[in-house]
């Protein structure tokens, strides 16, 4: 199947004028006439050459709708008088309505075409990398090569399975440039074969080795299986143990968003912003008629490009602070499967290889962030944060504001020793005191279509580790649904 709209081979600078007038002309009608766009879908369901082709020499002259040809609804829309042209000097003048729903579910297929919407961009087969999108006789965008849009995408290209040869005194007379492409026989010179490799990979667990935490982390976690009452941020914050319920703030440690990871049903959404310059990655198939990839390079050659920009929001009472980071897909995802597909002659001869990967096939990893926040001194912080990722697409700068209602500890008391302020935390946790409450909110900058990927709260009770196995622990992980994170605190100074 056809779904490389990149072939510069295909198309010589005089025929990539006509190509390109063919593309503006058919996308202004194609947008004003539903009855249109419905017989080119019909047409290229029928796989006349078994790909998705619309054939103009073989249909132009078919009634539409209301007694109108093809070419006569087309000549209403030449504004410029060039379709007479165009069809005398382009006789293999073909429209391609692709398929890329094997790339993923949410691309545009001639299948799931709703021809009851008029907007339809129209591409043709030109000589540089990027290819020109019209829209109703405007150009609208431009896309490259190896990009598979969700909006509907007509492609204008001459149909390399047809030839013609003129016939004295009877115009031109067509065939296909192998009987294997007609698709009314059942001629067959090969066979094609499919085979899915595995690779073995290892889940990434929650376990973090203790060389990558302070020894307070760790004495924290032990301190509080022989005091369960005991947080274990009163450990660490605070100096609290089995024996001590009471302490003073040490600033020498602060909260620090460890690694974070995507969820694997996510892998879709990191694609789906096809606007030009966008960082999103794109997707690749591996299509060659070549000697076949490695291990490492098919594992590799789904991902071309791209690296999608997280940004998480820590959002704590009336404070916010933003992190951002950039994550290439080979740092984010590791492959477990490859499908695999080729074709073979009748001479033993693999003649095409076509590879590719699917958004389960991928595992994800475990991203280092390794972020300061700040230190938690329940005088001045609430009993919880919050923690808001997004994903920025493509868009305009707007404005987020975030209105929650967060409770604070009262088990603080406030001394005057020698003229200096002492805060003192009385009682593990929260104490047996009441609490406050008060409504915060913070305004933050975003981008419009950015992809909302969740928040998760982090509450000062929370472990931070929930089992040490030296010389590992098992760390406590937060998630928002899309997005796993760990938080473990830090000696800073």
Known sequence: MENNVTDPETSQPGQETALRDFAEILSSAVYSEPALRDFIKSEALK????????????????????????SQILKKYDTKNLLQEIEAGEPLLNILVPDW?????????????DTGKEEV????????SNLTLFGNGNIIATMKGNEFPSLPVLIVKRNERMVC????????????????????????????????YEFSTTQPDDYVLNSYFPEKVKLAYFESVSAPA?????????GMNGSVDQGQVDFHYKERLYKFRFHSGYVSAL????????????????????????????????????APELVFHIISGSEEITKTKSVAASDAFMTKKVHFQWYQNLFGTVTYR???????????KWIMADWDLFTWDLKDYPKKYKVSVEEIDTGTQTTIV????????TNITTTYEGGSQQNTKIGYGYGVTNETTHQHSVTYSSVSNSDNLGSAWVEYTDPIITNYPNPVAKIYCYSTGLVDFMIIPSQTY
């Open 101 to 113: 729903s094997w790339i993923d579910e949410g691309c545009f297929s001639v299948y799931n075409w």
């Open 121 to 128: 961009a129209v591409t043709y087969h030109g000589l540089g």
């Open 271 to 306: 694609s789906d912003d096809t606007t030009p310059g966008n960082n999103d990655i794109a997707w690749s198939t591996a299509a060659s008629p070549g000697t076949a990839l490695s291990d490492e390079d098919m594992k590799r050659f789904c991902w071309t490009s791209g």
């Open 230 to 238: 005991m947080a274990q941020r009163d450990y660490i914050y605070y």
């Open 47 to 70: 796989e006349f050459d078994k790909d998705h082709d619309v054939f103009y020499p073989f249909v132009k002259d078919e009634i539409v709708s209301d007694g109108q040809t093809f």
């Open 402 to 409: 975030d209105t929650n209602t967060y409770r604070y500890a």
């Open 354 to 364: 076509k590879y590719w990967v699917n958004p389960e096939d991928l595992v994800p």
């Open 165 to 196: 040869h003129p016939v004295k005194g009877a115009g031109l007379e067509y065939d296909f440039f192998d009987p294997a492409f007609d698709g009314n026989s059942h001629v067959t010179k090969g066979t094609w074969y499919e085979h899915t």
